[in-house]
């Protein structure tokens, strides 16, 4: 005869055994109390966080007929007793991944119009609820709505966003929240206590830690541990589960730092060998990055750790900037997802190894590109008649005619509300300039210069190889602006503050000489 798993044995029965869901339990407790229990729940949240045993316990407390109404559910009255014993008729517990079509809701809505048989409610608990179709869902509406006075819904899911805003609209949504590490230590130290099992707390804390919130996972995962007959260890539980010792992953991310990817390969191919999963070993070593990335940025009171291993970690995120940090959790992130269809178990673990020692460049911060740029030969303005100048010195050229000085009173909104006047006196004159001009961007102005910014290189270089295009542009501004105006071009990017009005021809020229444009806050 098999024995009931850990987690069904040691699921809560009362308000007072659930977990780290205080701010659902209070309200719901405080519905029976008040005697205001809606007709339709909502429970959304991540696996294993209680939301089928609430959705139950909140069953057996309708149900309850227990005088005080703040001690339901009792477990002593004759209704507790059958809903504890399985025999109770009122309470229909549906699998929706197994009853998805319109037939299985339309069945329901034609039953949940009789009396309950035994209790005061009766109580559709719909698990899973994302799985129905989009035509069961439009049936179940009606009824979600207007239920009869004697039932009530409670529906739970994983995938809220899988659920239409009509069924949303009319429930109340609680959402569950993953379970701290902390919380699920204590559960476990308490479920061992009772079943004399002999665990090492540094293995609970393992277990806890890769439940990544789920209280079902970690019971499971110590039911599993169990089975041994023996002393639950640090070292036993890793084996078991596959995971890497914590050592290893401070020496892979302790050659990263130091740019040491022979030492990182080999601390990467010794976990892989020694049984690590290498999708759990990119977890911890995201999860290890995460917690750099904490103390990096200072806020650490959350981080559970100890205080030698908080010292280790403070001396090793002082080696990585921020953006390098962000750059390797993005890596292993992404190593851990891959991780999953690729031929090879360690590929995907060893690419984001290489590419995390990649060195990096020292970052030019556009400021000093500025002065630099700034040293050289003052920008000047190239006097266009037939023949164009072309100087190696300056970093972006401006046209305009020979004898005109740019007016700095020109303005960019003044040319963009001359701009359709503009054009179609160019397109007299060269309609293929027009049909060029039509992928070139108003950027800005300053000093009386107009900076277009064309999407490919190959255009730009096309415009100014025509050298007689760029001064017909300047003088159909200024002929209809009735003032000078110079004109420049460059290259749009993507992401480049190029087009930020406030940059300027010196910070565009600072970005085509290789600089970054760097934030200090």
């Not at 230590?185 to 002999?198: G, N, P, R, S, T």
């Not at 360690?346 to 030019?364: D, I, R, T, Y």
């Not at 400021?367 to 164009?388: Q, S």
Request: glycine share 4%; hydrophobic share 40%; net charge neutral.
């Amino acid at each position: 005869m098999t024995s009931q798993a850990l987690y069904r044995k040691w699921r809560p029965q009362t308000w007072d055994e659930v977990v780290s869901q205080e701010h659902i339990v209070r309200i719901l407790k405080n519905a029976i109390r008040s005697d205001r229990v809606g007709h339709a729940y909502l429970f959304s949240g991540p696996r294993g966080t209680g939301k089928t045993t609430i959705a139950r316990i909140l069953a057996r407390a309708v149900n309850c007929l227990d005088s005080d109404l703040g001690a339901r559910p009792c477990d002593h009255c004759s209704n507790c007793i059958a809903m504890n014993e399985g025999r109770f008729l009122d309470i229909m517990e549906i699998d929706a991944a197994s009853n998805t079509s319109v037939d299985d809701v339309r069945d329901l809505r034609d039953k949940i119009n009789f009396s309950p048989t035994q209790g005061r409610m009766k109580v559709y608990i719909i698990d899973e609820v994302h799985m129905l179709s989009t035509a069961a869902f439009n049936a179940l509406l009606k009824t979600l709505e207007e239920p009869p006075s004697h039932a009530m819904f409670i529906l739970a899911t994983t995938e809220i966003h899988k659920i239409p805003a009509t069924v949303l609209s009319r429930c109340q949504h609680h959402e569950f929240r993953r379970i701290p590490v902390t919380d699920i230590v204590q559960w476990l130290q308490k479920i061992c206590a009772e079943e004399k099992i002999d665990a090492h707390p540094d293995a609970l804390t393992l277990i806890a830690r890769q439940a990544t919130g789920a209280m079902r996972d970690a019971i499971s995962m110590l039911d599993q541990l169990s089975s041994n007959g023996e002393k639950i260890t640090l070292q036993t539980a890793q084996n078991t589960l596959g995971v890497a010792a914590n050592q290893a992953v401070i020496d892979l991310i302790g050659s990263i730092t130091e740019y040491n990817t022979a030492e990182g390969l080999s601390a990467l191919h010794k976990a892989l060998d020694s049984g690590s999963d290498s999708r759990q070993l990119a977890r911890q070593v995201v999860d290890y990055l995460r917690q750099l990335l904490i103390l990096r940025l200072g806020t650490n009171e959350s981080l559970e750790i100890s205080s030698e291993n908080r010292a280790l970690m403070q001396q090793q995120c002082q080696k990585i900037s921020t953006d390098r940090l962000v750059n390797m959790i993005r890596l292993f992130n992404q190593a851990a997802v891959d991780s999953r269809v690729g031929w090879h178990p360690g590929l995907n673990l060893e690419l984001a190894l290489a590419e995390s020692c990649v060195e990096e460049k020292p970052v030019q911060v556009v400021e000093k590109l500025i002065e630099k740029i700034a040293a050289k030969k003052p920008e000047e303005f190239i006097a266009v008649d037939d023949d164009l100048e072309e100087t190696e010195d300056q970093p972006l050229k401006v046209i305009i005619k020979k004898g005109q000085i740019p007016d700095p009173t020109v303005t960019k909104e003044e040319i963009e509300r001359n701009w359709s006047k503009v054009r179609a006196l160019i397109k007299q004159h060269d309609a293929i300039l027009d049909a060029t001009l039509n992928h070139a961007k108003l950027l800005y102005v300053r000093d009386g210069v107009l900076y277009l910014g064309f999407p490919r290189e190959m255009i730009k270089n096309k415009v100014e190889e025509n050298r007689k295009s760029l001064l017909w542009t300047s003088a159909a501004i200024s002929n209809i602006l009735g003032k000078s105006v110079g004109v420049s071009l460059t290259i749009l990017r993507k992401r480049s503050a190029v087009a930020d009005s406030s940059a300027g021809p010196l910070v565009d020229a600072a970005l085509q000489m290789g600089g970054k444009l760097v934030i200090q806050k």
